[in-house]
């Protein structure tokens, strides 16, 4: 600790001397650092020979830092500055230089640090935070120069740290998983059947209107929506780095919709935001040059979307973009004693910019339009019920009904022709299969009786009479009796019935991430822009005050 200090007061005198002890005179000459050694001595307590020590040391650390920089901005080589524990009978930690790429991971190093210094149960610590075994140095913020601690610790908590690692992948995994399970079920329903029962996405404009696009697009849009809606949930949470790994899914769904599409929507340019602020929340200075492209990305599709005049595009200052953010919390309580929520109080004063009257009236003018939009689902939910029922009256089943009325985008009278067709089609085909059983010597009323059993289906039919002499089993033809509370349900019911809760379960899952409000990603408290606007203004200033 002491000699910490002498070289923290050394190096803020030499600052103040504007003092380069890598240059000359210094570097040839050994009477200069003498002279200085002297001068420091007598506006300190430090010794001579301590003062000349710190100074060949902080002359010494500079020149390989330098030579350093140069060898990484070559080779790619970077010097890691370790801090090992200290031997026994010693009175201070070592400190060591390793060259390395930082392309490799904190178990690959831990197994050089191993093998160099016979160190055997150890964790690395990078400013307070412990490096993950798994992870590759860079993706850990690692950088050229950086200071590592190795810390010794007992084998069974090595082994517990790991465990815990290998669980928080294997959670983040399972989540992508689920993830994609779940929209890939709601991206494969066509809301064909009930909504209030069966819930399914559909993509709509701004005002509402569902998006005609192919149905392989509109499944690659649910996915990445989905995966972007469950990013911003666990952004919300914290959790950037799962966050990261659910928008890279998105952007790669994204990626596979036609690029016409994404110069309509706005949705891809904010994901491509929000993976650059994963980026800075988690530190990957590595990535700053896909930020950089994500930046440039999101800027031309929100020009695209809004045109070249639009304020929000416009570039101004930090400052005042965070005074025209940050809220007034007498004008949020106005509002919200007008009935208004927190979050539409705080949407509608962003919008306007303050003012409490406009955000008034732009609130209520949303609320309306949300009333209607709601009014209009209704009534067309309440006319599908109706057009349905009206073609069961017909001798349709409601599953075949629904299917068709989807088909015909709700046209009641090409969905009876569409009905027609397919009830014309399937009896050709009964009877065309029929011929054939007949043609193969069965009897007509077991061969109507398997197919109708079947499903239409010719081969299963056939194997049917085939494994039966020609007979269809007598338990078949005659209704099942009611099955009692005793009896085990069959293995294939139990499948079914397994695999139907899981799908809900899974579409529940995602569905709860899933934003009531359109701008949703717009309600934020900006603790985290605050904070991080000043540590830029601190940097900021810093650079002004040593250039001065």
Wanted: aromatic share 4%; with cysteine.
């Amino acid at each position: 600790m002491e000699e910490k200090h002498m070289q923290s007061v050394l190096i803020s005198l030499l600052r103040q001397d504007k003092v380069q002890l890598w240059t000359e005179p210094f570097v040839s000459d050994q009477q200069k650092i003498l002279e200085l050694a002297q001068k420091y001595v007598s506006v300190t307590e430090f010794s001579l020979e301590e003062v000349i020590s710190t100074l060949e040391s902080i002359r010494a650390d500079t020149s390989r830092k330098d030579e350093g920089n140069k060898e990484f901005k070559e080779t790619s080589v970077a010097s890691l500055e370790l801090h090992l524990p200290k031997r026994e009978g010693e009175n201070r930690k070592r400190k060591v230089h390793l060259k390395l790429k930082l392309d490799i991971t904190a178990k690959e190093l831990k197994k050089r640090i191993r093998e160099e210094h016979g160190l055997e149960h150890f964790n690395l610590i990078l400013t307070g935070r412990l490096l993950s075994p798994g992870k590759r140095l860079d993706e850990q913020n690692v950088k050229n120069n950086s200071k590592v601690m190795v810390l010794v610790v007992s084998s069974e908590q090595e082994k517990t740290e790991m465990l815990e690692e290998e669980e928080k992948k294997r959670q983040q995994e399972e989540g992508l998983q689920r993830t994609q399970k779940g929209f890939q079920i709601l991206s494969e329903r066509d809301g064909s059947e009930d909504p209030s029962t069966t819930p399914f996405l559909e993509i709509a404009d701004q005002k509402g209107n569902p998006l005609q696009i192919p149905d392989s697009e509109r499944k690659a849009l649910i996915l990445a929506m989905g995966f972007h809606e469950k990013g911003r949930a666990l952004m919300k949470k914290r959790n950037h780095s799962a966050a990261l790994s659910h928008l890279a899914q998105a952007d790669e769904q994204f990626n596979k919709c036609n690029s016409a599409l994404l110069k309509t929507v706005d949705n891809y340019a904010v994901l491509q935001l929000d993976v650059v602020w994963c980026y800075q929340a988690l530190q990957q200075l590595d990535f700053l040059n896909d930020a950089r492209q994500r930046l440039e990305r999101a800027e031309d599709c929100f020009k695209r979307c809004y045109g070249e005049q639009q304020s929000r595009l416009q570039q101004i200052k930090v400052d005042e973009l965070y005074g025209q953010l940050r809220l007034d919390p007498e004008k949020m309580l106005q509002l919200m004693a007008l009935g208004f929520s927190e979050q539409e109080a705080r949407l509608g004063l962003r919008a306007c910019r303050g003012d409490v009257e406009e955000a008034e009236r732009l609130i209520s003018q949303r609320k309306k339009e949300k009333k209607e939009l709601k009014e209009r689902e209704r009534e067309k939910r309440q006319r599908r019920l109706q057009d349905i029922n009206t073609l069961v009256e017909l001798g349709f089943s409601k599953r075949d009904a629904a299917r068709a009325l989807h088909q015909s985008r709700g046209d009641v009278d090409k969905a009876y022709g569409v009905l027609l067709d397919s009830a014309e089609a399937q009896r050709s085909d009964r009877s065309t299969n029929l011929d054939q059983l007949l043609a193969l010597g069965f009897e007509r009323d077991m061969a109507d009786s398997a197919l109708r059993i079947m499903g239409d289906d010719l081969a299963q039919a056939t194997q049917m009479l085939l494994d039966n002499l020609g007979k269809v089993p007598p338990e078949l033809l005659s209704p099942s009796p009611p099955s009692s509370s005793s009896e085990e349900p069959s293995t294939s019911d139990s499948a079914a019935s397994g695999s139907s809760r899981l799908d809900q379960e899974l579409v529940n899952e995602v569905l709860e991430d899933i934003p009531r409000h359109e701008e949703d990603y717009l309600d934020v408290t900006l603790d985290e822009e605050k904070q991080l606007m000043e540590q830029i203004r601190s940097i900021l200033e810093k650079q002004s005050s040593s250039s001065g």
